[in-house]
């Protein structure tokens, strides 16, 4: 049986790298009889530090089936720079799926000894694009917050539980029991051995 994971919100991301521009601050000059001929505003080249936390939260929880699959979602947190707004509340963040690990045959073996047909994968995900609420699209680098509570990875029967899973918890459960009265029966044994006398009584009946 293979098993779905899904993503839940929310996560973190760290920014390696998002360029965007700003308009710098000036004083306003005291008013004179002579108008100004107007001037273009000056923009500079505003850079989000690296190792910025993005916190953003996913549209739903997503059923991770293959590499390259499409994940998105919304930040939740605005980032500044000097006093600039750069990404507001909102901005869509988009990526994918990089990674799916396979489970190596003696993970397998021994997750099938403790009767779980379907051991966890390590799963990689990756953001590259920044849309703003005004239209403009941002290719960005993050990294994924490892975290515990930050990116969570939860089997689909968490969510959903299913009869095939049910049916597995029940055989286990039947399976500790035997497994239990065999030990059970063989305590015994080995007590009515051990009690005096026991033992010519099996000499003599032999």
């Given at each position: 049986?293979?098993?779905?994971?899904?993503?839940s919100?929310?996560?973190?991301?760290?920014?390696?790298?998002?360029?965007?521009?700003?308009?710098?601050?000036?004083?306003?000059?005291?008013?004179?009889?002579?108008?100004?001929?107007?001037?273009?505003?000056?923009?500079?080249?505003l850079?989000?530090?690296?190792?910025?936390?993005?916190?953003?939260?996913?549209?739903?929880?997503v059923?991770?089936?293959?590499?390259?699959q499409?994940?998105?979602?919304?930040?939740?947190?605005?980032?500044?720079?000097?006093?600039?707004?750069?990404?507001p509340?909102?901005?869509?963040?988009?990526?994918?799926?990089?990674?799916?690990?396979?489970?190596?045959?003696?993970?397998?073996?021994?997750?099938?000894?403790?009767a779980?047909?379907?051991?966890?994968?390590?799963?990689?995900?990756?953001?590259?694009?920044?849309?703003?609420p005004?239209?403009?699209?941002?290719?960005?680098?993050?990294?994924?917050?490892?975290?515990?509570?930050?990116?969570?990875?939860?089997?689909?029967?968490?969510?959903?539980?299913?009869?095939?899973?049910?049916?597995?918890?029940?055989?286990k459960?039947?399976?500790?029991?035997?497994?239990?009265?065999?030990?059970?029966?063989?305590?015994?044994?080995?007590?009515?051995?051990?009690e005096?006398?026991?033992?010519?009584?099996?000499?003599?009946?032999?």
């Amino acid at each position: 049986m293979r098993r779905f994971l899904f993503v839940s919100t929310p996560c973190v991301l760290f920014v390696l790298s998002i360029a965007l521009s700003g308009q710098t601050l000036k004083h306003r000059p005291e008013k004179s009889e002579t108008p100004a001929p107007a001037q273009a505003k000056p923009s500079i080249a505003l850079q989000v530090a690296p190792g910025t936390p993005l916190k953003i939260a996913l549209d739903k929880e997503v059923r991770i089936r293959h590499v390259g699959q499409p994940i998105g979602g919304t930040t939740t947190e605005p980032i500044y720079s000097f006093d600039k707004l750069l990404v507001p509340v909102g901005s869509r963040v988009t990526g994918k799926i990089t990674e799916i690990d396979d489970v190596s045959k003696s993970m397998r073996t021994l997750s099938a000894m403790n009767a779980d047909f379907s051991p966890e994968r390590k799963i990689g995900v990756e953001f590259d694009q920044l849309t703003l609420p005004d239209g403009r699209r941002v290719p960005i680098q993050t990294v994924v917050s490892p975290g515990a509570g930050v990116l969570q990875f939860v089997p689909a029967k968490n969510t959903r539980q299913t009869k095939l899973g049910e049916g597995k918890e029940e055989a286990k459960g039947k399976l500790n029991e035997a497994r239990q009265a065999v030990k059970q029966q063989i305590a015994d044994m080995k007590k009515q051995i051990s009690e005096p006398g026991k033992m010519h009584r099996l000499e003599r009946f032999a």
